[in-house]
T-cell receptor, first 112, second 112 residues
Framework: SQTIHQWPATLVQPVGSPLSLECTVE??????LYWYRQAAGRGLQLLFY??????ISSEVPQNLSASRPQDRQFILSSKKLLLSDSGFYLC???????????FGPGTRLLVL | GQQLNQSPQSMFIQEGEDVSMNCTSS?????WLWYKQEPGEGPVLLIA?????ELTSNGRLTAQFGITRKDSFLNISASIPSDVGIYFC????????????FGQGTILTVHP
């Protein structure tokens, strides 16, 4: 069966510090991968998606970047965090050509 | 772009009551998905609908794909405290890479 992992689960970082959040998927090959941000426990905002290794598309302009160094690994990064980067970050995957997405457990990021 | 209107935004009910929420789209969908998100966790897929008029159950949950293909309904019967969470509807985002459009969510609170 497929599983999706995210770490860390919680992160507190000072403004201006770098960020690296990791997401890995097991039990499937060549998935579509997605990064979402959720503020205040509502609405999911799609940040990035990837249809393959090294292929990243951004949905909204922002302070963050994403990379996919391996087929089942998706990384969310920032060189300098802003207060507004605080939120709940969710990684998700789907089978190529299918709409159903499966979410990871999320990372709670607090920028102080 | 495509938009989903989900209602109600929140519900406060007594244990044992039935719950009904719905989602409407500005365009025709060929898939409707319903997710539940518990506090501090990632959304979990509850029910997927693929055919207009389809009625699918998952325990006490029942979801329907509207006949017009522009709406969907989720019902929870005999609610219990563990039904607490945010319920999201989602449908295809009109792209080739599996992007989803999400409703804003219905926050459900169940009083024992």
């Amino acid at each position: 069966s497929q599983t999706i992992h995210q770490w860390p689960a919680t992160l507190v970082q000072p403004v201006g510090s770098p960020l690296s959040l990791e997401c890995t998927v097991e039990g499937t090959s060549n998935p579509n991968l997605y990064w979402y941000r959720q503020a205040a426990g509502r609405g999911l905002q799609l940040l990035f998606y990837s249809v393959g290794i090294g292929q990243i598309s951004s949905e909204v302009p922002q302070n963050l970047s994403a990379s996919r160094p391996q087929d089942r690994q998706f990384i969310l990064s920032s060189k300098k965090l802003l207060l507004s980067d605080s939120g709940f970050y969710l990684c998700a995957w789907s089978v190529q050509g299918q709409e159903t997405q499966y979410f990871g457990p999320g990372t709670r990021l607090l920028v102080l | 772009g495509q938009q989903l209107n989900q209602s109600p935004q929140s519900m406060f009910i007594q244990e044992g009551e039935d719950v009904s929420m719905n989602c409407t789209s500005s365009s025709i969908f060929n898939t409707w998905l319903w997710y539940k998100q518990e506090p501090g966790e990632g959304p979990v897929l509850l029910i997927a609908l693929y055919k207009a008029g389809e009625l699918t159950s998952n325990g006490r949950l029942t979801a329907q794909f509207g006949i017009t293909r522009k709406d969907s309904f989720l019902n929870i019967s005999a609610s219990i405290p563990s039904d607490v969470g945010i319920y999201f509807c989602a449908g295809p985002g009109g792209t080739s890479y599996g992007k989803l459009t999400f409703g804003q969510g219905t926050i459900l609170t169940v009083h024992p």
